[in-house]
């Protein structure tokens, strides 16, 4: 009985050291804003709860407005690229002392006690008066204060379109620690994790200014010559806000969805005004497709605000740049609204798994183009990514290609970045499809969403749950398309040197010239304009497509070892016109030049 005992015992042990936990946090902040000097004081209590199997001496927070100082990492790496972000350039270096940013911390305790603390750039390294043990919480209290830099990137004062604040990543944020630890990245160009939790922050600014913040807006309370704006977030891992005395808010009420849309703008001209009423409508009809295609949006409040450097989402917010065409309106919009999915809910650590969150909204994007507003962006019905394939194919031949799982500021080009981050990210799903079938990777990227909102999944928790979905092993589609930038490119010959008993066939060759292997889909068109396609899985996935219609004609598995694979075809009954190999094009096939054949 002593030994089942043990035995029982370091199953348990062994089972939770398994399973799944996440740090959770409540922020209370209240902030005195000094719009002259584009200053603001700062108290911030936190609690934090440490929810995982270890004992925590040291925590880090993220002060990201010190990056807008010359000399930072921000500043030296956007100068050292050979192709910087144009909205940086050297810009930072050229910034006075009242241009920058900082956050100059005064006080931080932990229960009461006074911590001993460094601030290393956007890092501020604090170590704790006593350890906080697993299961436990602890109650820190900061007091800061602040500047706005003028607006470089994402955060700051009088962007390009006259919006006097954009307040991203404007307070002393506390890193993620997951089960690889501490996650105290500095800010050096892009993407962000953080824990989840509640905010409570109360912004007291002159009177005049209109502000626009995640969360509900809880209370306006009149002080003198100032307002103090109180908004309250539930389950949501960062806030931002924005402020300007020459907002107009709109508010449209999307019932059917449960759903309060919030748009904060300027007028300032007809177009503009006539743009972003148009958007309003557009916007209420993208929630209704992507709440039934990828899920259903869990707040009640989503504000489209003008603001920021260009486009970047926030949690129930986006801050965008307004003065645009009206496609490129609604394109950013529904962009960054389709990230309160892929990052907002699905919190992937995206300084590692940029692709699941940039790529994943990209695709949902052009998914939600050619659905809903294919009259607006003509997109290529079969393959909506079209343009995103051709953007990586462009790309790969100028040799700067870097594998997906680089550090997304570790990339050695921006171009790097984009293309790997945005475009073969998107492939990476629309590919998906091909492989397993257009029907299970929507079912699939809908229980993905239903099984990790909330949460920080990584790429082999949605691995799993694809291959749940579809009955196919997936880890080499990872091993190749992310890890390594190993590419696919297939030919297909054929010849008639077969036996005399086969005369009325011929043999059909596929061979494997890229090194990434892949399944193979070939279509055979007749003289009287009738097809069958073939399937060719590879063994590897132990499992093929699903054929329950029986529109595909299944041939055996291809051992990826070898580079050529041969199959016979009867031509005794049709004239065969054309062989084609992906003939949907979702296979990313870096030359299409020798994937036919045409027979006169």
Do not use: C
């Amino acid at each position: 009985m002593l030994m089942f005992k043990f035995f029982f015992f370091l199953f348990l042990v062994s089972f939770n050291s398994y399973s799944y936990w996440q740090q959770r946090v409540e922020y209370k902040i209240i902030i005195d804003f000094d719009h002259k000097n584009h200053q603001f004081l700062g108290k911030q209590n936190l609690k934090y709860f440490n929810n995982s199997k270890d004992t925590i001496n040291k925590v880090y927070f993220h002060l990201y407005f010190n990056a807008f100082q010359p000399g930072s990492m921000m500043d030296v790496r956007s100068r050292s690229l050979p192709d910087p972000d144009r909205r940086v350039m050297d810009r930072i270096s050229k910034l006075n002392k009242n241009e920058i940013g900082f956050h100059e911390i005064k006080k931080i305790e932990q229960d009461g006690k006074s911590l001993k603390h460094h601030t290393q750039g956007t890092v501020l390294e604090v170590e704790l008066s006593h350890p906080l043990l697993p299961n436990e919480s602890t109650d820190f209290y900061l007091e800061y204060f602040s500047q706005v830099p003028v607006q470089i990137r994402r955060s700051g004062r009088n962007n390009k379109e006259g919006i006097d604040y954009s307040m991203a990543q404007w307070f002393p944020k506390i890193a993620e620690y997951d089960e690889n630890g501490w996650h105290a990245n500095p800010y050096i160009a892009r993407e962000f994790y953080a824990p989840w939790g509640d905010f409570d922050v109360s912004i007291s600014i002159n009177k005049d200014y209109i502000v626009a913040a995640t969360g509900i807006l809880e209370s306006k309370k009149k002080e003198k010559n100032k307002n103090t704006w109180n908004f309250k977030a539930r389950d949501v891992h960062d806030f931002v806000w924005a402020a300007d005395p020459d907002y107009v808010h709109d508010i449209l009420k999307v019932d059917s969805e449960d759903l309060e849309l919030h748009f904060y703008y300027q007028k300032t001209n007809d177009e503009m005004v006539s743009n972003w009423k148009r958007l309003q409508d557009d916007t209420a009809d993208a929630f209704r497709y992507i709440n039934k295609k990828f899920g259903k949006y869990p707040y009640t409040k989503y504000s489209v605000i003008q603001g920021g450097d260009g486009g970047m989402e926030y949690p129930m917010a986006t801050l965008i740049t307004g003065e645009r065409s009206y496609p490129s309106l609604l394109s950013v919009t529904i962009h960054e609204l389709i990230h309160s999915w892929y990052q907002m809910l699905l919190g992937t650590n995206e300084s590692y798994l940029a692709w699941m969150d940039e790529g994943f909204t990209s695709f949902a994007q052009n998914i939600t183009f050619n659905n809903e507003f294919n009259e607006i962006y003509n997109l290529n019905s079969i393959n909506p990514l079209e343009r995103s394939y051709n953007r990586y194919y462009t790309f790969i031949k100028s040799g700067l290609e870097e594998p997906l799982s680089t550090h997304s500021d570790h990339f050695s080009t921006n171009q790097a970045y984009g293309v790997g981050s945005y475009t073969k990210g998107a492939i990476f799903l629309m590919q998906l499809g091909y492989i397993i079938g257009e029907e299970k990777l929507f079912k699939g990227l809908r229980r993905y969403y239903n099984e990790w909102k909330f949460k920080h999944p990584d790429e082999y928790d949605f691995l799993r749950i694809m291959e749940k979905e579809s009955g196919i092993e997936l880890d080499w589609y990872i091993d190749y398309w992310v890890k390594t930038t190993h590419q696919i490119d297939y030919s297909i010959d054929y010849s008639f040197e077969l036996k005399e008993k086969d005369q009325n066939k011929i043999s059909v060759s596929i061979n494997r010239i890229g090194k990434m292997p892949m399944p193979i889909e070939v279509e055979v068109l007749y003289e009287d304009f009738s097809s069958e396609n073939y399937y060719i899985p590879l063994s590897i996935m132990r499992g093929e497509k699903d054929n329950s219609d029986n529109k595909l004609i299944i041939l055996e598995d291809w051992e990826w070892v070898n580079e050529s694979y041969q199959f016979n075809l009867d031509m005794s009954d049709k004239e065969i016109k054309k062989i084609e190999i992906n003939p949907s094009g979702e296979m990313a096939d870096i030359d299409k030049s020798n994937n036919i054949i045409e027979f006169e």
